[in-house]
């Protein structure tokens, strides 16, 4: 590693007391040597004095004496002299050794900082440049400037700006540190420290790895906090959704999905988009009303009588929440409140009493008509105003001690004489029942005044009527009691009906169920003679038959046919009714479907004198193959059946989130009342037009209980005259189909039955020998057996030469031939391929052949299906799969 600095210096860390030492040896150099330098002085003085004395003639002993002293003090001199050039040698030698150890310890200081893996400045006083290491170099190894020894910290922090160094930058979380993000994509973390002397360190740490681990840990932070608020808003009760300022989904709910009619979405579709596929005009944020104020709240009515409410809450950043609550329950309250208030005011209106309430302020908030009649008052004008005000004030001083007696809890009742608006006086009997809660305060009166003045007028003929009353009373409640009675037994009677009516409902619903449930567990043996008659035909058709033998068998062959698809028909409505058969949803290019029904109808449609057209789809869709396919067909078939002439398309639209596949048709049409019933059981178009119209008018309703089934959606549209479309609506998706059986889309494959031998597996006997007759009049050598043991009899206890094995699902004694299939390859060195036939239509047992690698085939066979399944069979295990 490179690294640059100046000459060392004391302020470095390390060589600080090396530093001390050698400037304390130079100071004491310099000492000795001006001591050397005054003692030869001194010893040239005193040489000189020595010769001047004697230029002089003195005394010559006296001088001999005094050159003795000066010679003594001269060689004590040269002594002091000699030892301090001993010293300044050996100091000299000190600081050589000082400067090399200092020299080594800035050496070490330099390899230290290379060390390291971040980038090292250290700078002086002036906060100029004295040492970096070469990460520190790396940083504007990309850029043009010039970073080296004196350059000034300010310098640097301009340059990293102007070159784009740096181009984010952000302060620590405790602002001990500035962060930086490179133009590189790195995060650099600048640490400062300042140095005794007043300089300053600064650490350049490569923090990139911790951001991004940061950034990871708030994103799955906040994935977390979304998936929480996900599924607390799933839990709502109300439909919500969250749009934000560009107009943009950004969050909701099942529930709003269930409310709108809409399919699964994507999100951040544009809220307008999203609310376009549904069924409801959505208010938005700029919604006005006539007087031009933003609506915030509104509610609407499905078109299936359901009531929503609709509430939008602007929010602070811009944007809307939506919230979808479902008040059809409100609404009904609501509306039989109102319709009871309808029939209390009616009823109230047309008692022969005067009825109201009054608050306990004495306010009135409710009066009836004849209330208001009897005091010359307009509708509903009592309303809000005092008793005080409504009455004169005579007689509300009449009034007021039976009010304050009511105000107090107390029920009252008492005569009351007033003048009606035609002047006559009238006796009127006043109750006032106090309207308490549950704390036993007082909230209001109850007054109940009815004109009794006839009553009192009848009095004295009612007094002298007493003596009879005893027996009138008497009578009459003879007469109540026995119509009492009559009433009970009547309802006695009534009751005794009504327990018999939901008995007899109950048993024609159970024998309904028995019925289906009958018809949908016993399509097996309803099958298996109907396959061994297919069988038989399909030899004799193979086999050839005398001129005049073939019309007759091809009769009976379209009579099989026929049997069989109205067979079909009955036991699949039946299934449906059941609940028998469920769906196998998986993702599929919907043109594997639609080219072989195209391939197949178009022959039938030319048969009639009819032109089928076709749209290829590249679309994949999520649906069970088996039962769209079971749609399509009816659809086909019923166009083809009401067309006269003209042409059949069939092809596919592409709408946001779905497939609508349709089938076109210029038949007789529909009229507009019947495009309900067309779906009903057993109801069936205008057949007259076609000579062989054979179907039982179920087609469509098992179409519309199978479209039930997948969910997905049936559309018709019709004009009489014209022609029909029908169209059924599918799921997209972008998911790759997985691989499916052969049986579902069987390839052209190369037929090579001549000579394969073929072991048969069947508890019916006639099945057995049809199967048998087929097969040899293909070529094949045929073993038939009713149970195992009597196949492994026959071929080697299973060890024989053989080709394929085709086994019935349904066996004798709770046996089934995938069981049978196992044991039969687990005592040969080489399996047996294994077509498996069955009228079991179940997902499980669909799933089970996958698994195993068998193929599967369902009753009735029909004998071209079946020897394309051997023919790919036999190929398949020619070439070793």
């Keep these: 590693m490179e690294c640059t600095s100046t000459r060392p210096s004391p302020a470095s860390p390390s060589g600080a007391p090396v530093g001390a030492e050698c400037a304390a040896l130079q100071a004491r150099c310099e000492a000795l040597e001006l001591a050397n330098h005054k003692l030869k002085r001194i010893n040239a003085a005193l040489i000189e004095r020595v010769e001047s004395a ?19 003090q001269v060689r004590e001199r040269t002594d002091a002299l000699n030892q301090a050039m001993a010293e300044l040698k050996s100091s000299n030698q000190l600081l050589s050794d000082a400067r090399l150890r200092a020299e080594t310890a800035h050496q070490h200081l330099i390899d230290a900082i290379e060390s390291i893996s971040d980038g090292f400045v250290l700078f002086d006083r002036e906060q100029r440049i004295v040492l970096f290491n070469s990460r520190f170099k790396s940083f504007w190894s990309y850029s043009r400037a010039r970073i080296g020894a004196g350059t000034r910290l300010a310098e640097i922090k301009r340059l990293s700006k102007s070159t784009g160094l740096v181009v984010e930058e952000q302060r620590g979380s405790r602002d001990e540190h500035m962060l930086y993000r490179l133009q590189d994509g790195r995060w650099m973390q600048v640490s400062e420290r300042p140095t005794r002397e007043g300089g300053l360190v600064i650490l350049y740490t490569d923090i990139t790895e911790v951001k991004q681990n940061e950034t990871l840990r708030r994103e799955q932070a906040l994935a977390q906090k979304s998936r929480l608020l996900q599924r607390a808003v799933d839990n709502l009760s109300q439909g919500m959704a969250m749009v934000n300022a560009e107009g943009a989904l ?3 709910n099942h529930r709003f999905l269930d409310l709108c009619g809409l399919a699964p979405i994507n999100a951040h579709r544009p809220f307008a988009e999203v609310m376009a596929d549904s069924e409801l005009a959505l208010l938005t944020p700029a919604s006005r009303d006539p007087q031009g104020k933003p609506i915030s709240e509104m509610e609407l009515r499905l078109f299936d009588g359901r009531m929503l409410e609709v509430r939008t809450h602007p929010l602070p950043t811009g944007g809307f929440v939506n919230t979808f609550t479902d008040i059809t329950e409100r609404c009904r309250q609501a509306e039989a409140l109102s319709e009871s208030e309808r029939w209390i005011r009616l009823i109230t209106d047309h008692v022969p009493a005067l009825i109201a309430y009054l608050t306990a302020d004495l306010v009135y908030q409710f009066t009836n008509k004849v209330y208001e009649e009897w005091y010359c008052w307009p ?13 004169s004030q005579e007689h509300w001083q009449r009034l007021e001690p039976y009010v ?11 005569e009351f004489a007033e003048t009606n608006h035609h002047g006559q006086e009238r006796y009127m009997l006043r109750s006032y029942v106090p309207n308490r809660q549950a704390s036993g305060e007082v909230v209001g009166i109850f007054v109940l005044i009815r004109d009794i003045t006839e009553r009192r007028r009848t009095a004295e003929a009612l007094h002298q009527a007493y003596q009879h009353l005893e027996q009138r009373v008497r009578e009459r409640t003879a007469e109540l009691t026995e119509l009492n009675g009559q009433l009970r037994r009547e309802i006695d ?13 109950g048993e024609a619903e159970q024998a309904n169920l028995s019925k289906t449930k009958f018809l949908a567990a016993v399509s097996h043996d309803l099958l298996q003679p109907l396959n061994a008659a297919r069988l038989f035909t399909s030899a004799l058709l193979e086999k050839g038959t005398p001129d005049g033998h073939a019309p007759l068998v091809r009769n009976i062959s379209n009579s099989l046919e026929d049997v069989e698809s109205l067979l079909g028909t009955l036991v699949d409505i039946s299934k449906l009714d059941a609940g028998v058969i469920k769906p196998d949803i998986a993702p599929f290019a919907v043109s594997d479907l639609l080219e072989n029904l195209a391939a197949e109808y178009r022959q039938i449609a030319g048969s009639e004198g009819l032109s089928l057209d076709f749209v290829p789809c590249s679309a994949l869709v999520r649906s069970d193959l088996q039962l769209l396919a079971r749609i399509l067909r009816n659809l086909l078939s019923n166009a083809i059946r009401y067309t006269q002439h003209g042409r059949i398309l069939l092809g596919c639209r592409r709408h946001r989130q779905s497939l609508s596949i349709e089938v076109w048709d210029t038949g007789i049409g529909i009229a507009q009342d019947k495009l309900v019933e067309i779906f009903q059981e057993f109801k069936r178009g205008d057949a007259s037009l076609r000579k062989q119209d054979r179907g039982l008018g179920l087609g469509l309703a098992i179409v519309e209980k199978i479209a039930g089934m997948l969910g997905h959606r049936i559309r018709v549209q019709s004009c009489e005259g014209k022609g029909s479309l029908f169209a059924i609506e599918v799921p997209l998706t972008t998911r790759a189909p997985r691989s499916r059986a052969v049986e579902e889309t069987p390839n052209p494959l190369v037929e090579r039955l001549g000579g394969a031998r073929v072991w048969v597996l069947d508890n019916d006997a006639a099945i057995c020998a049809g199967m048998r007759t087929l097969l040899e009049t293909w070529g094949c050598e045929v073993i038939t057996a009713l149970s195992e043991q009597d196949l492994a009899r026959q071929v080697d206890n299973f060890h024989a030469d053989a080709d394929l094995l085709i086994a019935d699902y349904h ?6 031939g995938v069981d049978a299939v196992a044991q039969i390859n687990a005592r040969r060195s080489a399996p047996l391929p294994a077509l498996m036939i069955t009228a079991n239509y179940s997902n499980e047992l669909k799933q089970q052949m996958r698994e195993l690698g068998h193929t599967l085939m369902h009753k009735p066979v029909r004998p071209m299906k079946l020897k394309a399944a051997m023919s790919h069979l036999l190929d398949r295990s020619a070439l070793g799969m």
């Design 379 to 391: 509708r509903d004008a009592m309303l809000g105003q005092s008793l005080r005000v409504v009455h």
């Design 250 to 252: 950004e969050l909701w």
């Design 404 to 414: 304050e007696r009511a105000l107090s809890g107390e029920s009252v009742t008492f």
């Design 493 to 505: 009677e009534r009751t005794r009906m009504e327990v018999r009516l939901r008995e007899a409902k």
């Design 811 to 816: 066996l004798d004694d709770d046996r089934n």
């Design 54 to 72: 004697q230029a002089h003639g003195d005394d010559g002993y006296t001088a001999f004496q005094h050159s003795v002293v000066l010679a003594e």
